[in-house]
């Protein structure tokens, strides 16, 4: 499949601007979660604990990195249409 320069596919997924926010307070959570989550592994004792719950700040910070990746990647339709006329503020 051909695009020109001005393609969308190339530039990446157009968001709402709400979906967007609803992106970056769950980033937000997940990244607070996988802090909080691994400063309680010092108080665990059991090794099984310690494992799931490293596990779980793993699987928290992975699902964060994913979020970010995607939010880079994206661009909402006010950002788009300030891109094509030239505003980038």
Known sequence: MFHDRDSRCEEGFEISPRFRRTLEERLARLESDAEWDEAQIQHLTHSDHIRRQRRLVSAERAEALRLR???????????WIGIRSGNRD
């Not at 990746?69 to 950002?79: K, P």
Request: proline letters at 0%; zero cysteines; a negative charge.
């Open 69 to 79: 990746i995607f939010l880079d990647r994206s661009h909402s339709r006010e950002e």
